[in-house]
């Protein structure tokens, strides 16, 4: 099984890197992807590699799209790229997880409208404002869309997401 993250800089070291290590240790391939090839660096100065351009990833390649947060996500929204990938995972029913301003990505390609979802705090009235079904959880499970809010929340959200891959492994 493959992952795609979708990140730049100033992403949460956290949030990215937690899942990372949490899904190779799983036994998935995990790429990173970002506007453009190379070292993206977090809030709190880790870096990490991008082997790939958004326009480089195929969602066909991927069984899991992880978005994590931090400010990366505001660059990150606005690249075309991104949203498609985001749309293609949504369309073939693929699972999504995002986290804290993960979901703003979501957002801006228009896919949460209707949907169970959480975030931070901060973003909470922008996914409301999009038609998500806003819940302050620590994790939020929707068919194929896991969400969470921050840091503290990795355990239960990353427990989730591999509940989900595992069943979408068995389909």
Do not use: W
Not at 23 to 35: I, N, R, S, T
Not at 39 to 60: C, R, S, V, W
Not at 78 to 91: P, S, Y
């Amino acid at each position: 099984m493959k992952a795609l993250i979708l990140s730049a800089d100033k992403f949460e070291d956290s949030e990215l890197l937690v899942p990372y290590y949490r899904l190779k240790e799983a036994g998935l391939q995990v790429d990173v992807a970002a506007p453009a090839r190379g070292k993206i660096t977090g809030l709190h100065g880790y870096q990490m590699e991008a082997g790939m351009a958004f326009a480089e990833a195929n969602p066909d390649d991927y069984d899991l799209l992880f978005l994590p947060g931090g400010r990366a996500p505001q660059t990150v929204r606005q690249e075309a790229a991104a949203q498609d990938i985001a749309r293609a995972f949504f369309a073939r029913n693929k699972p999504v997880a995002a986290i804290c301003h993960g979901p703003q990505i979501l957002i801006s390609a228009g896919l949460l409208r209707g949907r169970r979802a959480t975030c931070y705090r901060s973003v909470a009235e922008e996914m409301q404002a999009a038609g998500a079904l806003y819940e302050d959880s620590e994790v939020v499970v929707d068919g194929n869309l896991v969400t969470a809010r921050h840091p503290p929340d990795l355990p239960a959200f990353l427990r989730e997401v591999m509940k989900l891959l595992e069943g979408s492994k068995q389909a």
